[in-house]
């Protein structure tokens, strides 16, 4: 989904619900910009997990993307 498609999506939810589930919603959303981005360290595992791709192992664009 999109941004669009999720604001959409939302709305059409929005106008199911009563309006103190409205305004409950509106509240939550409000304070999530104020919630500052938790960032997880690069390299958490860094000495935990390893790995090895074979010098054989081939796989083109598409399917790595899963088209």
Known sequence: ???IEIEQAVLNEMHSLPLDK????LNYVLSLKNQPVKKRPLGLLK???????GEDFKMTDEEFLNL
């Not at 409205?22 to 919603?25: H, I, L």
């Open 22 to 25: 409205v305004e409950a919603t």
């Open 47 to 53: 000495g935990q997990v390893e790995f090895v791709i």
């Open 1 to 3: 989904m999109n941004r």
